[in-house]
Structure formats: C-alpha cells, structure tokens
C-alpha cells in the first residue's frame, strides 16, 4: 500500500522559513503531477503549489516568488521551500501525487506563522 509521509511543518515567525518534504512509500511508478494543498481553519483546501512529471510548475498567486516546489522522481519526493511566511500562509499543508488517475494524499502538517 502507498503512503504519502510529510514533514517540516512547525511554528515559525513571520519571515521566516520553512521547508515541507513529502515522501512515497510502497510500490511507486509512472508518478505524474505533484504539489501541496492547504487548508486553514474554515477556508476551503486551496492549492499551493504543483510541479508536473517534466517539471513544470504552478503557484497560487500568494506563493509565487516566496514559495518554491520540486520534486525528485527518483525518491518519490515533493518538497516546498517557503520563505518570508506570513500568518495568512498559516494552515494544514497537505501533499498529493498522481499515480494514473488516481491522487495520493499526504495525512497533512501543521504550518503557523505567528505575527
């Protein structure tokens, strides 16, 4: 069975970083898109960011230019490096990837920016 295992959430102050890593265990192949879905409290889940099989990459307008995503098909890992954090970035971040058709998600970690 695959499972999604996020780390690198945690408090941090506004300006500040943070670096949320997403790993695939199990039996993993022909993984297409990637990327990071948030939720913060009675929001909708948005997505973040998302970096497809030939590494090309979208961001939500608030990430572009402090956020950052990649991806190493070879470990089956997503990452997102955000920097200058603001508390409107802080929510539930949650990873997914494509396996066919089917998404993949993450269990979810906590980010929050304190002001």
């Known amino acids: 069975q695959v499972q999604l295992v996020e780390s690198g959430g945690g408090l941090v102050q506004a300006g500040g970083s943070l670096r949320l890593s997403c790993a695939a265990s199990g039996s993993i192949f022909r993984l297409k898109a990637m990327g990071w879905y948030r939720q913060a409290p009675g929001k909708q889940r948005e997505l973040v960011a998302a970096?497809?099989?030939?590494?090309?990459?979208n961001y939500t307008d608030s990430a572009k230019d402090r956020f950052t995503i990649s991806r190493d098909s070879a470990k089956n890992t997503v990452r997102l490096q955000m920097n200058s954090l603001k508390p409107e970035d802080t929510a539930v971040y949650y990873c997914?990837?494509?396996?066919?058709?089917?998404?993949?998600w993450g269990q979810g970690t906590q980010v929050t920016v304190s002001s």
């Open positions: 997914y990837m494509i396996r066919f058709t089917t998404y993949l």
């Open positions: 970096i497809s099989s030939d590494g090309s990459t």
